[in-house]
């Protein structure tokens, strides 16, 4: 059974959408279900830098398994964020490393989000997690 | 409601328009799109004339310093310069603005000095000052705005004494619009000994910019937010000041004499054209600037207004939406905050509706801190822009807001 933001979910579910303004929509949406960023996190040295919204991304490893909450102010950028959570949370150090995020997003039809992910912070949080797995 | 429909032809006077039928393009203050005859007089420059400027003496070379050189006099008569000599090719504002920063700047200013400029400037018009400041040990002061985004004319006037060297000031704020009382910044500024820089960016597809009327020392502006092509600026400055100032850039074309004891250095304009310049550009923007000058001027700036009144008003009972600046003395821009949709939401989905618009900080950081705000949506107007793009841009916004509710 799929879990919620899950992989194989979140594809079925962006699959089903045609057109941008589906796609976004579903962004929205999924923005819902991403846990609640905590309150005593929301720091200065957790913000990423990126001009157009406001992102926060907390880092962790418990027995070789990433731990991530993040958050924005704008709800398709946190929508973008439910895919990294997806994407990344629970994984292991080797397959954090061995995942192909930008694929997998173009693979859902969201290139063009992902062109303008220079700007909203997107790629400098994947960059940030997979440096975070070559480190460990 | 007055009649703000532009010469009908205009829309397609522009091939990227004319190409894309359903596109709303309202991030003009970011670029504007080009019209077919600076396209061509750039493609006619390549075709008929490219040759390297000012140094070989064939044919083609003498016809291509002659197209650059006339491109500067084109520039020099759309600023009312009193000589071509005050205009230096540039590769926008921000490389203007550093040049000034760099040669008049590192030459002029002492420790103690202090360099004022306001809360509106764009980025370009504070950092360049910032790294003459941190080599000079000079200071700057910041004039603050009041909260409806307006100058605050007593702080500015209060900052003004005489280590006063500098003033640097916008016509027009790029991220909310306001335009400063300039013709009382440059007398009280000068009243006090001090240079007065003017960006012209936001203001040059707008309204006539006339230099001498102005009475600054130096302007600067881009070719590229005046319908004309990325990579090419100009600076105008004063002759006397331009004359007096040191070279920034060393290399090819701004030399007198050179050898390995030392160099001599031509006289301004060329002094600060260090290597080949844009020379194609200059050609495409002085192309602009005279498409720009055949238009009935004061008609398209009425146009450009009554579309941001048009939006302005549109807005006034949207719920959640906030216009951000004064309504007035504000050039064809509207800055807006969503009390429940982050602007970067709402622009994705104006996107999905072929709507333009730019959203975030503006290059404008000092401006939204003052504020109070993390990103504004900027909807800016040009001349080719119709009320029928405003009455859909309404309704896209208005049924985007209600599902971002």
């Known amino acids: ?136 | 409601m007055t009649d703000s429909r532009p010469p009908a032809p205009m829309r397609n006077e522009f091939p990227l328009l004319a190409r894309n039928p359903g596109l709303i393009y309202l991030d003009n203050a970011a670029t504007t799109q080009k019209p077919a005859c600076v396209l061509d007089a750039e493609r006619e420059f390549y075709e008929t004339a490219n040759a390297n400027v000012h140094r070989a003496s064939h044919r083609l070379a003498v016809a291509a310093t002659g197209a650059f050189e006339s491109a500067r006099a084109t520039v020099a008569h759309f600023l009312n310069a009193t000589t071509p000599n005050e205009v230096v090719f540039t590769r926008g504002t921000t490389e203007a603005i550093n040049l000034v920063a760099r040669s008049w700047g590192q030459a002029s200013l002492r420790p103690g000095d202090e360099i004022v400029l306001t809360e509106l400037e764009h980025h370009a018009n504070i950092v360049p000052w910032q790294f003459v400041a941190q080599a000079t040990c000079a200071t700057i002061r910041a004039a603050r705005i009041a909260r409806d985004g307006t100058l605050d004319m007593e702080h500015f006037h209060s900052l003004l004494s005489p280590r006063t060297r500098l003033v640097g000031c916008t016509l027009a704020s790029n991220a909310i619009g306001t335009m400063p009382p300039i013709a009382e910044i440059v007398a009280a500024a000068h009243a006090h000994g001090a240079r007065v820089l003017v960006d012209a960016a936001q203001a040059v597809a707008h309204q006539p910019v006339d230099v001498q009327a102005l009475g600054a020392d130096f302007c600067v502006f881009s070719g590229h937010k005046v319908y004309g092509p990325t990579g090419i600026g100009a600076l105008w400055a004063r002759e006397d000041i331009l004359q007096a100032m040191p070279p920034w850039q060393g290399g090819g074309e701004m030399i007198d004499r050179v050898s390995f004891a030392g160099s001599t250095f031509a006289p301004a304009p060329a002094r600060f054209e260090a290597g080949t310049p844009p020379i194609a550009q200059a050609v495409g923007l002085a192309a602009a600037l005279e498409w720009l000058i055949q238009q009935d001027r004061a008609a398209l700036l009425a146009h450009e207004n009554a579309l941001r009144i048009r939006l302005e008003n549109g807005l006034k009972h949207m719920p959640g939406v906030q216009i951000v600046g004064p309504n007035t003395d504000k050039a064809p821009l509207t800055a807006l905050r969503f009390a429940h949709a982050h602007p970067f939401d709402v622009a994705q989905f104006l996107d999905n509706h072929d709507i333009a618009v730019r959203v975030g900080q503006h290059c404008a950081q000092p401006l939204l801190q003052a504020l109070g705000e993390s990103s504004l949506l900027r909807v800016s107007f040009a001349a080719y822009n119709t009320e029928d793009e405003i009455d859909r841009f309404l309704a896209a916004l208005e049924e985007t807001l209600e599902l971002l509710a």
């Open chain 1, 1 to 136: 059974m799929n879990t919620p933001l899950s992989i194989p979910e979140i594809e079925e579910r962006l699959h089903s959408c045609a057109g941008w303004e589906a796609k976004s929509r579903m962004l929205v949406q999924l923005s819902r279900e991403l846990p609640a960023y905590p309150e005593t996190d929301r720091t200065e040295e957790n913000r990423v830098s990126g001009c157009e919204s406001q992102v926060w991304l907390k880092l962790g490893w418990n027995n070789g398994a990433l731990e991530l909450a993040t958050d924005s102010d704008s709800r398709i950028i946190k929508g973008l964020l439910a895919l990294v959570y997806a994407a990344y949370r629970g994984r292991s150090p080797e397959a954090v490393r061995d995942f192909d995020f930008d694929g997998w997003l173009a693979g859902m039809g969201l290139t063009r989000l992902l062109t303008a992910s220079r700007s909203n912070g997107l790629k400098a949080i994947v960059t940030h997690i997979r440096s975070s797995a070559s480190e460990i």
